[in-house]
């Protein structure tokens, strides 16, 4: 059974810093891509980085290039998301998901990014 359980959301002054992880237990990362979606208030859910089956290609929403690197850990199952120079518009729900084959959605990991 697939599980994808998020963390490392919080408050956090605009500028600052966030590392997000997500367990996904009962998933191949070798042979399934893996996205880093998010969902702000009336907003629909987007995606924000993918990272291909076997980690080596990356792709990012034109709003976080250049500011959030997605990385994942075949070992530990676990896929990051490290979010730098944080903007008050990047409030939102975070959750992690396949890129392509989706399973249940998580709790996803709240940031809140303060101006």
């Known amino acids: 059974q697939v599980q994808l359980v998020e963390s490392g959301g919080g408050l956090v002054q605009a500028g600052g810093s966030l590392r997000l992880s997500c367990a996904a237990s009962?998933?191949?990362?070798?042979?399934?891509?893996m996205g880093w979606y998010r969902q702000a208030p009336g907003k629909e859910r987007e995606l924000v980085a993918d990272?291909?089956?076997?980690?080596?290609?990356?792709t990012y929403a034109d709003s976080v290039k250049g500011r959030f690197t997605i990385s994942a850990d075949n070992a530990k199952n676990t896929v990051y998301l490290q979010m730098n120079s944080l903007k008050p518009e990047d409030t939102a729900v975070y959750y992690c998901?396949?890129?392509?084959?989706?399973?249940?959605w998580g709790q996803g990991t709240q940031v809140t990014v303060s101006s």
């Open positions: 998901n396949g890129r392509y084959r989706k399973w249940q």
């Open positions: 990272i291909s089956s076997g980690g080596k290609v990356t």
């Open positions: 009962g998933i191949i990362f070798s042979i399934n891509a």
